[in-house]
């Protein structure tokens, strides 16, 4: 059991209602993570600023989420890869490269690859890439203004992984049928 307490809009800070009244828009709920952020203005309003403007970048819907569903396997972290295994689902990456990643593995497909091979190279090495990597992330067809964004969703997904690691908020059930537990160290 938690010592977190998952907010409703009612029992969150007022600072933190605006984001959990926009989540539940945009989801139809407010997912239990941001319910668990909500109790920290500072990291609930962080969050959201970021997110908005990840999902504003040149990147595609998929390849965001292929991204979010590696750092949070890449990071062990079960909420976040529920909840980004439905959504990659949702945006129309194929079954079969969302099941790679939720094993550790890659997708089939070339550039989501890519981006899964950067994102677990920056959170391994703590930012230090290798000019080859970068060159192979370039060769995919993707440019340095996109590196940069993947950073900015590595850094998304480090608020929710980290938040769900510590808070650990039980799964919606939306999201039960995508139940991933992190294999033993």
Do not use: C, D, H
């Given at each position: 059991m938690s010592d977190h307490t998952v907010h409703t809009i009612e029992s969150a800070p007022a600072q933190s209602k605006p984001v959990l009244k926009q989540l539940q828009q945009a989801f139809g709920?407010?997912?239990n993570i941001a319910a668990a952020m909500a109790?920290?203005?500072v990291l609930i309003n962080g969050f959201i600023g970021l997110f908005e403007r990840v999902h504003a970048s040149s990147l595609t819907e998929p390849q965001?989420?292929?991204l979010l569903l590696t750092n949070a396997v890449t990071n062990?972290?079960?909420?976040?890869?529920?909840f980004h295994t439905a959504l990659a689902l949702k945006q129309g990456v194929r079954p079969a490269d969302v099941d790679a990643m939720r094993h550790g593995g890659l997708p089939d497909d070339a550039g989501l690859a890519a981006l899964s091979t950067l994102a677990r190279a920056l959170i391994d090495k703590r930012g230090?890439?290798?000019e080859s990597e970068q060159s192979r992330f370039f060769e995919?067809?993707?440019s340095p203004e996109q590196l940069l964004e993947v950073i900015a969703v590595v850094a998304a997904s480090t608020i929710t992984n980290y938040t769900a690691s510590v808070t650990?908020?039980?799964?919606e059930a939306p999201f039960e049928e995508?139940?991933?537990h992190a294999p033993a160290s």
């Open positions: 709920l407010i997912p109790t920290s203005p965001i989420q292929t062990a972290s079960e909420w976040p890869v529920a230090r890439l290798a995919a067809g993707f650990k908020p039980v799964l995508f139940a991933w």
